[in-house]
């Protein structure tokens, strides 16, 4: 079914880069073949999951959205698609992304634009904007999308799905191509909150390959679900900074709409201040590509993908790779995050982003002294037009200005739908939790859903 609704919507949605109909169909026989052998079978067997392409899956294309992978057929398998083949998923295909995760629309994919479900004149958000778009459209039951500054959390929101940022570090990066470590983290998207803790159960736990990886117990996410709140003694903050000019009236009625709605399922909610969360755009664009502009230099047409062929040196060669290869918004954070790292700006701009980080992260252990879970939008508007802002960075940035600081805290939270627009077009709630209360965070979440 999954198969053949791809097939039927792809023409239109283009969710995803590669299909991988062969390989479904002998995990889908296999998980048969050991129910009809009364094997145990796993907590996902059957289910139809889409990857985010920039996880590797061994022997499948993994392409990051960008040209200079265009070829790279990763040799090894990334933790998450071997612990969800583990227990039994079904992986359909891997799906579009803006180039190696850098972008919130997904229009930054070196292969094609994926359309909003809702309105295909609008984009579905990014960078895991084919997961969240092939999840919201029903080609597939749930999908894996990556989060370094709000890239499963703001899809999430503009496709009407589930989609959930995990406490840095309780799922594994190995395999996951880097964009900025110190801030990237893999997550679900679902269709419900319930199937969102399911699939995070399946894929949290330490991993010794995966330096930063917690050694946590990981609870059964699925375990406290109950409809409400009461007795609870739940305090919920609502972040006050985050409402006001640049916010779409629409989207302020809604949260607030969904923020009445949780005090009436038990919660006592409190306005909070975070003063500095406003710098949490300047400081990611300083620290996420000075991270990236590291991480890219491994593609220089040695190791992996696209080489340039009319080179006559290696210098050549390298420049020539890197110049084809390589995107107009990979270019420019490798050159701001060079620039940011050079001698003599370092400690202007990387080390000054970095302090101020350790603001941030103060004013969400100050709020969490006073409540358990923070409230506010996921993203200031609902999806925009196709090309409405991919000439303009600066406003495509601003578009994760309530997404990037729990990413620069290394905290978990979550979008779940909250109400449309007047336009039909999905609105989120972003919810935040303590670090490693996601059973907390799911627990609200499910509640309000
Ligand atoms: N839109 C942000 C960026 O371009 C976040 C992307 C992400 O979370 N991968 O960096």
Not at 85 to 93: F, P, S, W, Y
Not at 141 to 149: H, R
Not at 422 to 435: A, E, R
């Given at each position: 079914?999954?198969?053949?609704?791809?097939?039927a919507?792809?023409?239109?949605?283009?969710?995803?880069?590669?299909?991988?109909?062969?390989?479904?169909?002998?995990?889908?026989?296999?998980?048969?073949?050991?129910i009809?052998?009364?094997?145990?079978?796993?907590?996902?067997?059957?289910?139809?999951?889409?990857?985010?392409?920039?996880?590797?899956?061994?022997?499948?294309?993994?392409?990051?959205?960008?040209?200079?992978?265009?070829?790279?057929?990763?040799?090894?398998?990334?933790?998450?698609?071997?612990k969800?083949?583990?227990?039994?998923?079904?992986?359909?295909?891997?799906?579009n992304?803006?180039?190696?995760?850098?972008?919130?629309?997904?229009?930054?994919?070196?292969?094609?634009?994926?359309?909003?479900?809702?309105?295909?004149?609008?984009?579905?958000?990014?960078?895991?904007?084919?997961?969240?778009?092939?999840?919201?459209?029903?080609?597939?039951?749930?999908?894996?999308?990556?989060?370094?500054g709000?890239?499963?959390?703001?899809?999430?929101?503009?496709?009407?799905?589930?989609?959930?940022?995990?406490?840095?570090?309780?799922?594994?990066?190995?395999?996951?191509?880097?964009?900025?470590?110190?801030?990237?983290?893999?997550?679900?998207?679902?269709?419900?909150?319930?199937?969102?803790?399911?699939?995070?159960?399946?894929?949290?736990?330490?991993?010794?390959?995966?330096?930063?990886?917690?050694?946590?117990?990981?609870?059964?996410?699925?375990?406290?679900?109950?409809?409400?709140?009461?007795?609870?003694?739940?305090?919920?903050?609502?972040?006050?900074?985050?409402?006001?000019?640049?916010?779409?009236?629409e989207?302020?009625?809604?949260?607030?709409?969904?923020?009445?709605?949780?005090?009436?399922?038990?919660?006592?909610?409190?306005?909070?201040?975070?003063?500095?969360?406003?710098?949490?755009?300047?400081?990611?664009?300083?620290i996420?590509?000075?991270?990236?502009?590291?991480?890219?230099?491994?593609?220089?047409?040695?190791?992996?993908?696209?080489?340039?062929?009319?080179?006559?040196?290696?210098?050549s060669?390298?420049?020539?790779?890197?110049?084809?290869?390589?995107?107009?918004?990979?270019?420019?954070?490798?050159?701001?995050?060079t620039?940011?790292?050079?001698?003599?700006?370092?400690?202007?701009?990387?080390?000054?982003?970095?302090?101020?980080?350790?603001?941030?992260?103060?004013?969400?252990?100050?709020?969490?002294?006073?409540?358990?879970?923070?409230?506010?939008?996921?993203?200031?508007?609902?999806?925009?037009?196709?090309?409405?802002?991919?000439?303009?960075?600066?406003?495509?940035?601003?578009?994760?200005?309530?997404?990037?600081?729990?990413?620069?805290?290394?905290?978990?939270?979550?979008?779940?739908?909250?109400?449309f627009?007047?336009?039909?077009?999905?609105?989120?709630?972003?919810?935040?939790?303590?670090?490693?209360?996601?059973?907390?965070?799911?627990?609200?979440?499910?509640?309000?859903?």
């Amino acid at each position: 079914e999954a198969l053949d609704r791809i097939q039927a919507l792809e023409p239109k949605l283009h969710s995803f880069l590669t299909v991988t109909a062969q390989q479904a169909l002998d995990q889908a026989r296999a998980v048969d073949a050991k129910i009809a052998a009364g094997e145990e079978i796993g907590i996902l067997a059957g289910i139809p999951i889409g990857i985010k392409d920039n996880m590797c899956t061994k022997g499948i294309r993994t392409t990051c959205g960008s040209k200079i992978l265009e070829n790279f057929v990763p040799p090894y398998e990334s933790t998450v698609t071997q612990k969800l083949a583990n227990a039994g998923a079904v992986t359909v295909g891997k799906t579009n992304l803006d180039e190696f995760a850098m972008g919130s629309s997904t229009e930054n994919s070196a292969y094609q634009v994926t359309a909003n479900p809702w309105d295909l004149s609008r984009v579905p958000g990014g960078s895991s904007g084919g997961s969240a778009a092939a999840v919201a459209a029903e080609e597939c039951v749930v999908s894996l999308g990556s989060d370094t500054g709000g890239s499963i959390r703001q899809p999430a929101s503009f496709c009407g799905v589930v989609g959930m940022k995990p406490t840095y570090g309780l799922v594994s990066r190995y395999g996951l191509v880097a964009y900025a470590s110190s801030l990237d983290q893999i997550g679900p998207f679902a269709r419900t909150v319930e199937d969102a803790a399911i699939l995070l159960s399946a894929i949290a736990g330490y991993d010794p390959q995966d330096s930063t990886s917690l050694k946590v117990e990981i609870p059964d996410y699925t375990a406290n679900l109950i409809p409400d709140l009461k007795g609870k003694k739940l305090k919920i903050g609502v972040i006050k900074e985050t409402f006001g000019e640049g916010l779409d009236p629409e989207v302020e009625a809604s949260v607030n709409q969904a923020i009445a709605q949780l005090e009436s399922l038990g919660a006592e909610i409190h306005y909070i201040s975070c003063p500095r969360f406003r710098y949490g755009v300047p400081s990611y664009y300083i620290i996420a590509p000075s991270e990236a502009s590291a991480n890219l230099a491994r593609y220089d047409g040695v190791k992996y993908g696209l080489r340039s062929k009319d080179a006559d040196n290696l210098l050549s060669m390298y420049t020539r790779t890197r110049s084809t290869g390589f995107g107009a918004e990979v270019k420019r954070r490798i050159m701001i995050g060079t620039y940011a790292l050079s001698a003599g700006y370092y400690d202007a701009y990387y080390l000054k982003a970095q302090k101020v980080r350790t603001l941030i992260k103060e004013d969400f252990e100050k709020a969490f002294q006073q409540v358990d879970v923070l409230v506010c939008p996921t993203a200031p508007t609902t999806a925009f037009q196709a090309g409405e802002k991919i000439t303009d960075p600066l406003s495509m940035y601003l578009n994760d200005l309530m997404t990037i600081p729990v990413n620069l805290a290394g905290l978990p939270g979550i979008s779940v739908p909250c109400g449309f627009d007047s336009k039909g077009l999905p609105i989120g709630l972003q919810l935040i939790g303590k670090v490693l209360r996601e059973d907390q965070l799911l627990q609200v979440a499910y509640a309000y859903e």
